[in-house]
């Protein structure tokens, strides 16, 4: 009896696995990332319906330009509602940004949830 009660756990395991999918900037209300890297902020933001802005340190992008990068980064980072901020600062490394300083990413999906994920490294 245990034996089945464990293959049927298998299974259903299987066939009933919790997933969760990369989001777009296209279903999401907001996207706004900040890192600090060798002592310089720089950040990315989206605000619904087609606003875009880049910051890097005292330098500010709007327009297409600015679209181009935040859709990059938000596809690279891969967000989801399950990611865990050492993932995402290990992707941040990977997207040119090594030596985080800080790390602070908060995203509101097509629902009007707010996500909210923050690394310092002073914390660690």
């Given at each position: 009896?245990?034996?089945?009660?464990?293959?049927?756990?298998?299974?259903?395991?299987?066939?009933?696995?919790?997933?969760a999918e990369a989001s777009?900037?296209?279903?999401?209300?907001?996207?706004?990332?900040?890192?600090?890297?060798?002592?310089?902020?720089?950040?990315?933001?989206?605000?619904?319906?087609?606003?875009?802005?880049?910051?890097?340190?005292?330098?500010?992008?709007?327009?297409?330009?600015?679209?181009?990068?935040?859709?990059?980064?938000?596809?690279?980072?891969?967000?989801?509602?399950?990611?865990?901020?050492?993932?995402?600062?290990?992707?941040?490394?990977?997207?040119?940004?090594?030596?985080?300083?800080?790390?602070?990413l908060k995203w509101m999906?097509?629902?009007?949830?707010?996500?909210?994920w923050v690394w310092d490294?002073?914390?660690?």
């Amino acid at each position: 009896m245990r034996k089945l009660t464990i293959i049927t756990f298998t299974v259903y395991l299987c066939l009933f696995t919790i997933r969760a999918e990369a989001s777009t900037l296209q279903n999401s209300f907001s996207f706004k990332c900040m890192v600090v890297s060798n002592g310089i902020e720089h950040e990315w933001e989206f605000s619904s319906p087609n606003e875009f802005e880049v910051e890097n340190g005292n330098v500010v992008e709007k327009g297409e330009r600015a679209k181009k990068e935040v859709e990059a980064l938000f596809q690279h980072l891969e967000v989801t509602e399950i990611a865990r901020v050492e993932e995402l600062v290990k992707k941040m490394d990977s997207f040119g940004y090594q030596n985080a300083e800080r790390f602070e990413l908060k995203w509101m999906d097509a629902s009007g949830r707010l996500y909210t994920w923050v690394w310092d490294e002073n914390d660690q």
